[in-house]
């Protein structure tokens, strides 16, 4: 599945998978730690849910697992983001188009 981007009350989100797996959740880690050259600056892996945070171009992003709703990236500060943020997730999107992390 490509990236996707929607906006989701007020902020973009960048939809990864919307079928996943915790799996699939490492899998996209591994290829947005690789290919975007990130470091991972906190985790907090929680029974239903997982939420990595890291900065990317100077934005501080998360990437999410949630067994309901699969795996995404956002801002950080979700609602209160800035236009930046939310146009660093569009810049996302097309940094990750036609990665592969690979079968469930």
Do not use: Q
């Not at 990437?63 to 146009?87: D, Y």
């Amino acid at each position: 599945m490509n990236p996707t981007l929607r906006n989701h009350v007020g902020y973009n989100e960048a939809v990864l998978d919307d079928d996943a797996s915790y799996e699939k959740f490492h899998r996209w880690a591994d290829v947005i730690a690789d290919k975007l050259k990130i470091s991972f600056t906190k985790k907090l892996d929680d029974f239903e849910a997982l939420y990595w945070d890291f900065i990317y171009k100077g934005t501080a992003l998360t990437l999410s697992f949630n067994i309901f709703n699969g795996i995404s990236v956002f801002p950080s500060l979700e609602e209160k983001s800035e236009h930046f943020e939310n146009a660093a997730i569009a810049e996302l999107v097309d940094a990750l188009k036609d990665a592969d992390p690979g079968e469930a």
